[in-house]
């Protein structure tokens, strides 16, 4: 049972969200050749505060 654990900094839209969840299923799905029940896939949101690129927060950048 492949599992895919996804972060994305919070505050994308539903939508765009499954969306993502559906296309990352399906890429699993064809290229592990699993039927897609069992495909289990975590999407975590992660606040910009916790998120860093090369020491500085996402939140901090955006100032």
Do not use: Y
Not at 14 to 26: D, Y
Not at 43 to 61: F, I, M, P, R, Y
């Amino acid at each position: 049972m492949p599992i895919a654990f996804l972060h994305i900094l919070k505050g994308r839209k539903e939508g765009t969200k499954k969306q993502l969840i559906k296309e990352v299923n399906e890429a699993i799905v064809r290229n592990l050749n699993v039927d897609s029940e069992k495909v289990r896939i975590i999407l975590q949101e992660v606040e910009k505060e916790n998120w860093a690129v090369a020491g500085l927060t996402k939140a901090d950048s955006e100032n």
